[in-house]
């Protein structure tokens, strides 16, 4: 974000007054280190840089995702500070030592008027560099004896990055985030279409504020969302259908498409030109290829059996296969020892691992039809363990009885098995399975009088 | 007679503010260092025997993390430099254990420090002791049959002690205990238990000689310090505004807030580094509208200090993210702390919903997925085993890196957060 407005908050404010009074000295020295913390997009680098370029300090900036050798971040400091001949005296592989010797050298020849700094952004990252890296530059200062603060940009606070056995601890500041009133619909109403006043804008952005603060308020999603919804929003105005007044006659026209939204393009399942085109051929309210596969998977018939054959094989503890699947059980018994352990209950745990016989057993009984034992049927179970909708567990030369998991959730089980023409005895077996063992919840409820009413059909 | 034309006002305060933050930041040596007697005797002693007798010595200088190591040796150092007879003999070669990683880079810095690189040249040597025994050698070539002395400086001692077979540390121990050259190590650290480091070879030859830097001031003679750290030394070239402002100084350490607020540090931490950053921060505020130290920008200063950043970040959460950290608060408390995954969270925030809830409405699931993956991002929530990833991702078990106080504490100070989240929050059962 590039605006040269300035922002008028108090707690921000009162950050940077702190911030500058640190640097406002150049000829003298500051702090060896200083650490900076705070949510994504909350202006950080932004400010810090500005401030560099408007007091005209030297600098050089770093973004330690690119780093992935720390050669990387000695040559660009090194040339930020000296120029591209110091950097060219780098060796091959450079070790913090050639840095500080040759920083040493440099900085004889030319010592520090002004206090020199180096930003490091995304600094969580020098973590997994090397051990020695973030406590030695940590103690620039000392260790090469000259006028230089280094300061650290970071997302994630500072306890996590404190090394074992210590380190010199840096001065440590917090930027504020934006709170919603002021701050943020004043940035966000910043976009403004130039053909539409900047009231209608403001009211758009409180709407859009209203759907999605609860669940995310990072400034980029949000300015993001933003800009791919407002030409939907102007819709009615453009058609003429409502005014700039009408802001009811307005919300009621963006409301569900904000929440469409929040399932797609928010989740990044739909790219945002995806959206853009569905949004212009909306009358035929295709519904959207999403990019997870659970919409359009197309598996075969006896795939499909197998597949809800897997997820009862995992989610249903071994005795009570004899209860669901052979014809002459006896009353179902609910036990107490189920009741007592919510917790253990398969559903939160996640899928347990069942040998293959098991789930041979599970899907002769709930297919429809006698199938034989081919080939055909057994590569099947291969090709859902590539498809990653089952996988295997144990060693892969176990050839004797491997061991599959179900990784798919009920969800998709739901979609397939209402798409294969099943007889009412799976729901069953799934309902009960569900009932049995797992919380109260009202989906599960609300399947089962589903199919109470199959039954009563 | 030299007329002395007296600074403005802002001159003074910014050369008040150049050497208050010499001292403070960049750790300007003190004349002597404070409440360290004994041990600076102590060193002294032993760096003289080497340099003027030519014995060989090692010790060790152990103390915490700003307790006055590196001061101490710089002041020893300085004075042992002022004697004649050390000043025209004796070699000084600092290594540092961050910076050498690496024997070979020791080796090569010891090379260069000793200013040996031409008499090196391209040799090629068979082992350590080789290379390290031809240095030494070269030394003696320069000036009669004694060798100069050399003063070994080793900075992160602990460090050296995780190199590959410790053959740094093993031959200059055993340098210093044969008796070729007059040899000093000196090796600074902050592991009490730096001897259990050592290999048993490398033990044996050093002399065990431990001098420990354990901070023994009082509360008194802490406040003493704070007074002296802040004020301005008799040489100031305007004495009106010095003495100005020392007498501002003494009466600020008198006030019964400030006190307090020394006394709080004090009770956390009694050394010297912790001291700095609470006073720059405060002296950092002086300027030529606000010339004096105030209780007000100390009391800032020591605000800003003892925050919990943690806290502070729960801050910027949105309200889904929260209830999810109330969620997971919930499982702690009814399970003992025992890790959870994110189905059982979601379910707790299900119940949430059905049950209590009149403000929030239902949540797609992948929706409450991607909060609780910045969660993750925010390393506020970590998997146990990390790294490990053969489970789906829901099942994958996790801990909450949080206390239950600073969850209240941070719900207390939420913006506009919804009554009935606070009371699932306050309520002892889900």
């Known amino acids: 974000m590039s605006h040269q407005k300035s922002f008028q908050y108090a707690d921000l404010l009162s950050v940077l007054e702190r911030v500058v009074d640190i640097m406002s000295a150049p000829d003298q020295y500051s702090y060896p280190s200083v650490f900076i913390y705070g949510h994504r997009a909350t202006g950080k680098s932004h400010v810090v840089l500005s401030i560099m370029k408007d007091l005209e300090l030297p600098h050089a900036s770093v973004d330690c995702v690119e780093c992935v050798s720390s050669g990387l971040l000695f040559h660009q400091v090194l040339s930020a500070f000296f120029g591209p001949d110091a950097a060219a005296l780098l060796p091959r592989c450079p070790s913090l030592s050639d840095f500080v010797r040759l920083y040493k050298q440099m900085s004889s020849n030319s010592p520090a008027t002004q206090t020199r700094y180096i930003i490091l952004d995304r600094a969580e990252r020098m973590r997994d560099m090397d051990f020695s890296l973030l406590p030695a530059l940590l103690r620039l200062q000392e260790l090469v004896n000259d006028n230089v603060t280094v300061i650290l940009l970071s997302e994630i606070v500072w306890e996590k990055f404190r090394p074992n056995t210590g380190c010199f601890e840096p001065l440590l500041f917090h930027f504020p985030d934006y709170s919603k009133g002021k701050s943020l619909v004043q940035i966000l109403s910043w976009d403004h279409h130039p053909s539409y006043t900047p009231e209608l804008y403001a009211s758009y952005i409180n709407i859009l504020l209203g759907v999605f603060f609860s669940v995310c308020r990072d400034l980029r999603e949000l300015r993001h969302l933003a800009v791919l919804n407002f030409s939907k929003f102007c819709e009615p105005l453009e058609k003429g259908e409502a005014k700039e007044s009408d802001i009811h006659k307005l919300w009621k026209n963006i409301e569900p498409h904000l929440q469409r939204a929040m399932q797609t393009v928010y989740l990044r399942e739909v790219s945002s030109v995806q959206w853009e085109q569905q949004q212009m051929d909306e009358k035929e309210a295709t519904t959207l290829r ?85 080939a055909s049927v057994f590569s099947q179970i291969s090709s859902l363990v590539t498809l990653q909708l089952l996988s295997q567990v144990g060693h892969d030369d176990q050839l004797d009885s491997p061991k599959y998991k179900c990784s798919v959730s009920l969800d998709f089980i739901l979609a397939i098995s209402r798409c294969v023409c099943v007889c009412v005895r799976l729901l069953d077996l799934l309902a009960l399975s569900l009932v049995i063992q797992s919380q109260v919840v009202r989906q599960e409820r609300s399947l089962f009088t589903a199919v109470s009413n199959l039954h009563l059909l | 007679m030299s007329k002395r034309r007296s600074l403005t006002e802002a001159q003074c305060v910014s050369l008040a503010q150049k050497l208050l933050r010499e001292r403070l930041c960049h750790q300007k040596l003190p004349d002597r260092p404070l409440a360290l007697d004994s041990q600076y005797k102590h060193l002294l002693e032993l760096l003289r025997r080497t340099a003027v007798h030519g014995e060989s010595n090692s010790v060790l200088i152990v103390g915490p993390r700003g307790s006055g190591k590196t001061m101490l040796l710089g002041c020893v150092l300085r004075e042992l430099m002022s004697l004649k007879e050390a000043q025209k003999n004796v070699l000084l070669v600092e290594l540092n254990g961050l910076l050498q990683t690496d024997d070979k880079i020791a080796l090569k810095e010891i090379t260069r420090q000793l200013h040996l690189e031409n008499v090196v040249g391209d040799k090629v040597f068979g082992s350590f002791a080789e290379n390290l025994a031809f240095l030494l050698e070269a030394l003696k070539k320069g000036d009669k049959s004694s060798s100069r002395p050399v003063v070994f400086v080793l900075d992160e001692f602990d460090l050296f002690a995780h190199h590959k077979n410790q053959t740094l540390l093993y031959n200059l121990l055993d340098v210093s205990q044969s008796a070729q050259t007059p040899v000093a190590v000196l090796g600074l650290t902050c592991r009490l238990d730096v001897l259990e480091l050592l290999e048993k070879r490398v033990k044996s030859r050093f002399s065990h000689r431990q001098i420990h830097l354990f901070s023994s001031l009082s509360f008194a003679q802490y406040v003493d310090a704070v007074r002296a750290q802040l004020s301005l030394p008799p040489d100031f070239p305007d004495p009106k505004f010095s003495d100005a402002w020392n007498h501002s100084v003494t009466k600020l350490c008198e006030e019964k807030s400030v006190e307090e607020i020394l006394r709080r540090h004090f009770n956390s931490s009694k050394d010297f580094r912790s001291l700095h950053s609470l006073l720059f921060l405060s002296v950092s505020r002086v300027s030529v509208s606000h010339s004096t130290l105030h209780e007000a920008d100390l009391l800032e200063a020591s605000r800003l200090i003892s925050a919990d950043s943690k806290a502070i970040i729960l801050h910027g959460l949105s309200i889904l993210e929260l209830c999810l950290i109330i969620a997971m608060k919930h499982l702690n408390d009814t399970y003992d702390g025992e890790p959870f995954n994110f189905q059982m969270v979601h379910n707790e925030f299900k119940k949430f919903i059905q049950r209590k809830s009149h403000s929030i409405h239902k949540f797609e699931k992948p929706v409450v997925m991607k909060a609780f993956e910045h969660l993750l991002q925010l390393e506020l929530v970590r998997p146990v085993d990390s790294g490990v990833c053969k489970v789906q991702r829901e099942y994958q078990l996790m801990r909450l890196m949080l206390e239950h106080g600073q969850v209240m504490e941070a719900l207390q100070r939420y913006p506009q957060c919804p009554t009935d989240v606070k009371q699932w929050a306050l309520s002892a059962f889900a």
């Open chain 1, 290 to 374: 999403v990019l997870s596969a659970h919409a359009h998977i197309e598996l075969p018939y006896y795939s499909k059996f197998l597949l809800i054959a897997a997820y009862l094989a995992s989610f249903n503890p071994a005795r009570t296969d004899r209860r669901f699947f052979l014809k002459s059980h006896g009353k179902i018994r609910k036990t107490n020892f189920l009741k007592k352990h919510e917790k253990t209950s398969n559903h939160l745990l996640g899928p347990k691992p069942f040998p293959l016989d098991r789930l041979m057993a599970i899907f002769y009984s709930v297919v429809d039809s006698r199938v034989a034992p081919t």
